[in-house]
């Protein structure tokens, strides 16, 4: 992950092009995730980076409707997306849950972690993503793709 704060555009810089809210349900994630990959088409985003990001957003999702909100379909989960004048690319989820330490979570490349069949979530978002925030708690993700 690079983690370059002073690449980052403060938020009154940033178009927002859309703001998305889902039930916490896992059937909502496709639409979320479709409607992010139709926008980054619309943007001329390169295909790599369409990928890169579209699994960043896939995971962000999944991790709000499992860990932050407990797959309660009457919560709901908010995903945006930004761009700055340069065209670098910010996608913020945020959920209600009470949030995480994400330094607290286990590395998926060690010893038996290796093996679990879960837990890779934040360290794929880290390796897709030019830059990764964990704010409000731990309740909201924000990544950067330059």
Known sequence: MQSDAGNRQPDNELAELLNLR??????????????????????????????????????????????????????????RLQCDPHGRIAIIVTDPGPGFNPEAV??????????????RGVYLIRQLMDEVHFENGGNEIRMWKY
């Not at 926008?39 to 960043?56: D, H, R, S, T, Y």
């Not at 286990?106 to 837990?119: K, L, V």
Request: proline share 4%; hydrophobic share 40%.
């Open 22 to 79: 889902m039930p916490a349900e896992s059937a909502s994630v496709a639409a979320i995730s479709d409607a992010i990959a139709a926008c980054l088409v619309g943007l001329k985003v390169p295909e790599a980076k369409q990928l890169e990001i579209g699994l960043a957003v896939q995971e962000a999702l999944s991790n709000a409707v499992v860990h932050g909100c407990k797959q309660d379909a009457s919560k709901e989960i908010q995903c």
């Open 106 to 119: 286990s590395d998926p490349t060690q010893g038996e972690n290796m093996y679990a069949d879960h837990g």
